[in-house]
């Protein structure tokens, strides 16, 4: 069973930094592009940013161009999210998501993980 | 970016009813158009691929049609399970985008 389990979500100031992991299990990771979605209080949803399986190949949304960086490390099966000079409008809760089989469209959703950037 | 627009944006149908989502591109993407379910309070779903196929184990009560600027989700006989909010997402060009959602509550 395909399981993507977000952690390193927190309530975090304004300006500050804090890094997302999700661990992948249940399918070979260096196979599939990942992505980044994330989802205001009460609001839709946006697309972060994607990687593609080595690594290679990366995409941010404008918002969080320059700002956030997205990686992983396929001996361990796990994607991330570094987000720096966090803004009000960050909040969200972010999941993390897999690729369907030989595409980069979002298949597999994590539960997400909180964000909340309050002072 | 392209901008996708979402109709309507929330919708009331009963049990049995064939209901029809609407999601427009702001340019051509081709058929590279998702559909998601997400219920509240959990991850997305994803229903639709490439305007039209069906993702393992969706219902086929679901079917997508379309092609460059106009697409639509249509359920053929509403069930109690499908209410939640419906996205429609280009991935024709990064950034992806989504629509703003289409509510479906069942009478």
């Known amino acids: 069973e395909v399981q993507l389990v977000e952690s390193g979500g927190d309530v975090i100031q304004p300006g500050g930094s804090l890094r997302l992991s999700c661990a992948a299990s249940g399918f070979t990771f260096h196979d599939y592009a990942m992505h980044w979605v994330r989802q205001g209080p009460g609001r839709g949803l946006e697309w972060v940013c994607f990687?593609?399986?080595?690594?290679?190949?990366?995409e941010y949304a404008d918002s969080v161009k320059g700002r956030f960086t997205i990686s992983r490390d396929n001996n361990k099966n796990s994607l991330y999210l570094q987000m720096n000079s966090l803004r009000g409008d960050d909040t969200a809760v972010y999941y993390c998501?897999?690729?369907?089989?030989?595409?980069?469209?979002?298949?597999?959703w994590g539960q997400g993980a909180l964000v909340t950037v309050s002072s | 970016d392209i901008q996708m627009t979402q109709s309507p944006s929330t919708l009331s149908a009963s049990v049995g009813d064939r209901v029809t989502i609407t999601c427009r591109a702001s340019?051509?993407?081709?058929?590279?158009l998702a559909w998601y379910q997400q219920r509240p309070g959990k991850a997305p779903n994803l229903l639709i691929y490439?305007?039209?196929s069906l993702e393992t184990g969706v219902p086929s009560r679901f079917s997508g049609s379309g092609s460059g600027t106009e697409f639509t989700l249509t359920i053929s006989s509403l069930q109690p399970d499908d209410f939640g909010t419906y996205y429609c997402q280009q991935y024709s060009n990064f950034a992806y985008t989504f629509g703003q959602g289409t509510k479906l509550e069942i009478k």
């Open positions: 340019q051509s993407i081709n058929y590279w």
């Open positions: 990687i593609n399986g080595n690594g290679a190949w990366i």
């Open positions: 490439k305007a039209s």
């Open positions: 998501a897999k690729s369907i089989v030989g595409a980069t469209i979002i298949g597999t």
